[in-house]
């Protein structure tokens, strides 16, 4: 009787053990296979904004990290993603001043950022719920680029007001170089995406 009870234990705290370990791990595997860099367009071009990251240059926090929230859209004229990051910036505010001074700039793109991790039941901070961060350095775009009007365009579409906020602010339209991606999603913890595997996935 003994000798079955001690197994019954054992048994008990192995389930016990897997189902702690299984709340971070959440649910281990993707719903169907699915290569790093695909998952990283389909991230971007889901996403509406992403928190970005820089090097503070304001005087009460200087070479603090600072964030921020930025509109983005990587889309062509159909909605096609392009896997280009075009967002707007203006030299007032915090990310725009800061990469005047030092151009480096981390993009942060979640699941979580159209609710689907949380309807699963999975926290944002788990692997289930995938995540990228993007970091390279911005690049201004030239209002008399013949691609120009497109990319204006196309970011017109997905956010309604951002005319208003380049006649009335000064905001500039830019597109992020990609020098590395890290991408945390499911099993086998981080790992990197180079900038030419990103672009050359297909959705």
């Not at 497109?150 to 005319?163: I, V």
Request: aromatic share 10%.
């Amino acid at each position: 009787m003994s000798r079955s009870i001690a197994i019954l234990a054992g048994l008990l705290f192995a389930l016990l053990s897997i189902d702690c370990c299984a709340g971070y791990s959440a649910h281990g595997r993707p719903p169907h296979p699915i290569s790093d860099a695909v998952l990283a367009r389909q991230l971007v071009h889901q996403s509406n904004w992403a928190a970005v990251g820089s090097i503070s240059h304001n005087e009460k926090i200087t070479d603090f990290p600072m964030v921020n929230i930025l509109a983005v859209d990587d889309s062509a004229l159909n909605g096609s993603s392009t896997g280009r990051i075009h967002f707007l910036l203006a030299d007032f505010e915090f990310t725009g001043a800061d990469l005047l001074h030092n151009n480096k700039i981390t993009f942060f793109f979640s699941e979580e950022q159209t609710g689907s991790c949380n309807r699963r039941g999975v926290n944002p901070m788990e692997p289930a719920c995938p995540r990228i961060m993007i970091s390279g350095r911005n690049r201004k775009l030239d209002p008399k680029s013949p691609e120009y009007n497109d990319y204006m365009e196309a970011f017109n579409k997905r956010h309604k007001h951002s005319n208003i906020w380049v006649e009335a602010h000064h905001f500039y339209l830019n597109e992020l170089e990609i020098e590395n991606i890290f991408i945390v999603a499911y099993q086998g913890g981080p790992r990197t995406i180079s900038a030419e595997e990103y672009y050359s996935a297909h959705l």
